[in-house]
C-alpha cells in the first residue's frame, strides 16, 4: 500500500502526533511519503494544487491522507486518489475554519476526527472515525524529577509549572497561565519550546505540574503525554481533557480563571505524581502502536470501498 500524507510545513517540522504514527506504519510495511505544504490560509494552501497533482502523478499513491481541513480540501481537488483527512481541533473549534471542514469531510472518503466532542461539533460530515493522537510510551514515561532536571539544567529545588506550549501561541492562552503562576510565590512557568523530544519527556518528568490553559483544543496531545510520566496536571475543560484525566489521582479541571487555576496547581502541587496516569492512557487504548493499527483499519476500509464506523 502506497499512501501519501498531506500536512503542513509552516514551522519547518512536521508535527509529532503525525510523524510518530507514520514512523510506525512504514516499520509495519506501509510505503509513506509526505507533501510537505508551506502557505498560510486557504490561498496559501489552494496555491499547492499543481504541485500535488504532480506529486500523485509521479508517486501513485492508494490513498492520501490529510491532517488539517485546509490540506484535505487541497487534497479533494484532485478526484483521481481517495483522501482521508483527519481533524484535529483548530480546522473546527475556529468558526472561520468550519466552513471548509464541513466541505473537506463531505468530499473526503472519510474523515478522522481525534475526539467525539470535536466530531459532534461538525454536525453535516461524511463517514467517519474516532482515532485520537497517541501517545509513545517508549518515550513518555516517569523518571526521577531530580535526575530529570539535572539533565536539563534546572534547578533542583524551584517550583516549575510547565506551560502547554509556546508563550506567542494564542489558542495556549499564556496571559492566563502568568497570571495565575505570578500570584504564587515562587514558582517559575516554563515555556515548551524549542525542545527536542525526548527533550521534552524529561521536561514533563522535571516539573512540578504540568499546565493546560489553552481557549479551546481538540484532544490535547500535552496531556496525554504528561499522564504518560504520571505528572500532576492542571487543565481548563477543553477537548477531550475530562474524560482523559477522569479519576486520575492529583489532576484537576480549572475554570478559565487565574485564581481557581492558581488555587488548583496549589493542590496539584501536593502530590510528588500523578500515580495512575500512565495506567489511564493505557486503559483508553492510547499507546502509539494501538492508533496506528487503527489508523490502518481506515485504509484498508476505505480500499475495500466500505465506510468506517
Partial sequence: ?????????????????????????????????????????????????????????????????????????????????PVITTFHGSDINLITNRPFSVLTSLLSKSSIFISQKLSRKLIIKGRSAIIPSGVDLDLFFPVDKVESRKQLGLPIHEKLVLFAGSFDNRIKNYPLAKA?????????????????????????????????????????????????????????????????MENVEGCFIAKPDSVDIAGKISQAMHFENAPNGRQRIIDLGLELNTIAAKIIDVYHSVLRGSSCQ
Fill in 180 to 244: 495565575a503562576t505570578d500570584s504564587l510565590n515562587n514558582v517559575r512557568l516554563i515555556e515548551m519550546k524549542g525542545y527536542k523530544r525526548k527533550e521534552v519527556a524529561l521536561l514533563m518528568n522535571a516539573c512540578d505540574v504540568a499546565l493546560l490553559t489553552s481557549i479551546h483544543e481538540g484532544s490535547p496531545q500535552f496531556i496525554k503525554e504528561a499522564l504518560a510520566c504520571n505528572r500532576p496536571i492542571v487543565s481548563t475543560d477543553v477537548g477531550d481533557v475530562r474524560i482523559l
Fill in 1 to 81: 500500500m502506497n499512501v501519501l500524507v498531506v500536512c503542513s510545513y509552516n514551522n519547518h517540522q512536521i508535527s509529532p502526533f503525525i510523524a510518530e504514527p507514520v514512523e510506525l506504519m512504514i516499520r509495519s510495511g506501509i510505503s509513506i511519503r509526505y507533501f510537505l505544504i508551506q502557505g498560510k490560509g486557504i490561498r496559501g494552501y489552494i496555491k499547492n494544487r499543481v504541485l500535488l497533482k504532480k506529486e500523485i502523478m509521479e508517486y501513485n499513491p492508494d490513498i492520501v491522507h490529510a491532517h488539517y481541513g485546509f490540506s484535505g480540501l487541497l487534497a479533494n481537488l484532485q478526484r483521481k486518489v
